[in-house]
C-alpha cells in the first residue's frame, strides 16, 4: 500500500497521470477521514499514534482549486477530449453540494434532501460537539467557514421503501395515470394534520448515523385503525425534520451567537410542497428554493475556473449564479403544536437503544 484514498481522488490521478506518492486530499474530503486536526489544519499525530497509522501512508493536503495534473493523451484519447487540460482537486459532494448552494457565509442552513437527508449550518468558528456526539464539523471550500451537521443513513431511503413496499396501491394507481406515485401521497398527507394525529416515526431503518448506533431501527408509534396511507407517509417526512430541528437545537446551545436566517433545500425531495411546508413549520425557519439543480457541479465549476484563472472569484461567482426563488414561511401556531412532537420525539430516540438491547439476535 503506498497510499490511503478515495475513489474520486484515485479517477483524478488516473486521469493525471499520477504516481501513488503524489496521491492527495482536498482540504474538504480530508476532515472525513478522521485524523484531522482542525485547528492546526494538517494531520493530527496524537490521532494518528493512537490508530498506529503511519502519516507517510496519509496523501498529501491540497486546496480545492489547485491544479494537481493534466489530462494525459491516453486518457483524453478515451474521452474524445485534447490533452493537457488542467485537473484540479475539487471537493467532497457534501461540501460542493453546501457552496454551490450558497452557503459563503455564517448562519444558512443547507437541506440535502436526497437517498441520505443531510443538514448542515455555515459557522465561522468549531466548537466540537463533545456532549452529545451528533454534529460533524466539515472544512467548507471557503477557507474562513466550516459546515456543521449530520446525515439519516438513507432518510430519503425510507420514502422509496414506503412507496415500494407500503403504497402498492397508490403506486399502481400512479402508474396507470402516468404521473408519479409521490405525488399521490403527497397529497395524501397534505390532508392530514400536523403531528400525523399522534403518529411517530423513527427514520433509521438502516441504523442511526449520528451518534453512531447501529442497533436503532425504524419504529412507528401511536397508530391506531383511523390512521391511513396518508398519516404514515406524513409521519416519515415529519421525522426526518423532526431529527433535522434536533441536530439544529444542538447547535445552538454549542454556537449561542450564530443567527440563523433560512433554510436552503436542494435535491429531489424539494419537489414536495408539502414536505418543505412541513420542514420550514417544525425549524421555524424560512425554507428557501433556489434557481439552480445541480449544486455540486455549479461549485465545481466555480472552484475549477478560479484554479486555471478564468474566474478571479468564486466566492462572489456563486453567489451571482444561485439566487432565492421562492422563501416558505414557518406557521407560527403548527411551529408551536410541533414542539411537543419534536420533544416526544427525542425522548423516543433516547430510550430505544435499551428498547432494542438484543433485538439483533432475534435475526440470527
Known amino acids: 500500500i503506498c497510499k490511503f484514498t478515495v475513489p474520486a481522488v ?5 486521469f493525471a497521470g499520477l504516481k501513488g506518492e503524489e496521491a492527495f486530499y482536498d482540504y ?81 442552513c443547507l437541506d440535502i434532501a436526497g437517498t441520505a437527508s443531510a443538514f448542515y449550518v455555515s459557522v465561522d468558528k468549531v466548537v466540537p460537539d ?4 451528533t454534529l ?19 432518510g430519503g431511503l425510507c420514502l422509496r421503501w414506503f412507496r415500494d413496499e407500503v403504497a402498492t396501491e397508490e403506486k399502481r394507481k400512479a402508474q396507470e395515470l402516468g404521473i408519479d406515485p409521490y405525488k399521490i401521497l403527497d397529497e395524501q398527507a397534505s390532508r392530514v394534520s400536523p403531528g400525523s394525529e399522534g403518529v411517530v416515526f423513527v427514520p433509521h431503518l438502516g441504523g442511526r448515523a449520528y451518534p453512531y448506533n447501529p442497533r436503532i431501527r425504524g419504529v412507528w408509534v401511536g397508530f391506531t385503525w383511523k390512521h391511513t396511507i396518508g ?4 409521519s416519515i417526512l415529519e421525522a426526518i425534520a423532526f431529527e433535522y430541528n434536533h ?7 454549542l454556537l449561542k451567537e450564530v443567527r440563523i436566517d433560512e433554510v436552503r433545500g436542494i435535491g429531489g425531495g424539494n ?47 456563486i453567489n451571482e449564479w444561485v439566487k432565492p426563488v421562492r422563501k416558505i414561511q414557518p406557521n407560527p401556531e403548527v411551529n ?29
Not at 441536530?247 to 446551545?253: A, F, G, P, T, V
Not at 455549479?298 to 466566492?315: E, P, Q, R, S
Request: glycine share 10%; net charge neutral.
Open 10 to 14: 484515485y479517477v483524478a490521478g488516473k
Open 28 to 108: 474538504t474530503y480530508v476532515t472525513f477521514t478522521g485524523l484531522f486536526d482542525v485547528h492546526k489544519m494538517r494531520y493530527s499525530e496524537e490521532l494518528a499514534e493512537t490508530f498506529k497509522l503511519p502519516l507517510d501512508m496519509m496523501p498529501r493536503i491540497v486546496k480545492p482549486w489547485e491544479v494537481v495534473g493534466e489530462l494525459t493523451s491516453d486518457e483524453a484519447s478515451k474521452m474524445g477530449l485534447v490533452k493537457g487540460i488542467p485537473i484540479v482537486a475539487g471537493a467532497g459532494d457534501g461540501m460542493a453540494c453546501t457552496f454551490g448552494a450558497g452557503l459563503t457565509q455564517p448562519g444558512l
Open 130 to 133: 463533545t456532549r452529545y456526539k
Open 136 to 154: 460533524l464539523y466539515l472544512k467548507s471550500i471557503v477557507p474562513e467557514l466550516w459546515c456543521v451537521g449530520a446525515y439519516i443513513n438513507g
Open 231 to 234: 398519516h404514515l407517509f406524513r
Open 247 to 253: 441536530y439544529l437545537k444542538i447547535l445552538r446551545e
Open 271 to 317: 419537489k414536495s410542497e408539502v414536505w418543505n411546508q412541513i420542514k420550514a413549520d417544525i425549524l421555524g425557519i424560512p425554507y428557501v428554493l433556489l434557481n439552480r439543480e445541480e449544486y455540486a457541479v455549479t461549485a465545481l465549476a466555480a472552484i475549477g475556473g478560479y484554479g486555471v484563472g478564468v474566474i478571479k472569484d468564486y466566492v462572489k461567482a
Open 336 to 364: 408551536e403544536k410541533y414542539k411537543r412532537y419534536s420533544d416526544f420525539y427525542e425522548k423516543l430516540i433516547s430510550r430505544l437503544d435499551f428498547i432494542l438491547e438484543g433485538h439483533e439476535l432475534l435475526t440470527e
